[in-house]
């Protein structure tokens, strides 16, 4: 079992990047897919999931209306769209398998039992 993500770079600020998190050897059916991000000294930041099959997608309030989470089952990926980037968005970007992810006042709540290594994300002029 096996996540990876991708997809990182710089970009300016209000600019857009797509994340992706190819998963290996996990049925998107059965797991709770979701995305983090962590910068240095700071406590890893739940963004979003995908809980397929159920169609509810919560967000953490810090990105709610500029990210999206999406999944293409037949390619057994899920994708993070990242518009009107801010500086404060730069971090390093993971994703992670488990069985439970929600969001409860602008929080991301989960129990995750895989993690994947992360991708690079700068917003800088």
């Known amino acids: 079992l096996q996540l990876q993500a991708s997809g990182g770079g710089l970009v300016q600020p209000g600019g857009s990047l797509r994340l992706s998190c190819a998963a290996y050897?996990?049925?998107?059916?059965?797991?709770?897919i979701a995305w983090f991000r962590q910068v240095p000294g700071k406590e890893r930041e739940g963004l979003s999931c995908?809980?397929?099959?159920?169609?509810?997608?919560p967000y953490a309030a810090s990105v709610s209306g500029r990210f999206t989470i999406s999944a293409d089952k037949a390619k057994n990926t899920v994708y993070l769209q990242m518009n009107n980037l801010k500086p404060e968005d730069t971090a390093v970007y993971s994703c992670?398998?488990?069985?439970?992810?929600?969001?409860?006042?602008?929080?991301?709540?989960?129990?995750?039992?895989?993690w994947g290594q992360g991708t690079l994300v700068t917003v800088s002029s």
């Open positions: 992670g398998a488990g069985d439970y992810c929600s969001a409860y006042r602008g929080l991301i709540y989960h129990k995750m039992n895989y």
């Open positions: 050897g996990i049925n998107l059916d059965n797991w709770k």
């Open positions: 995908i809980n397929s099959p159920d169609p509810t997608t």
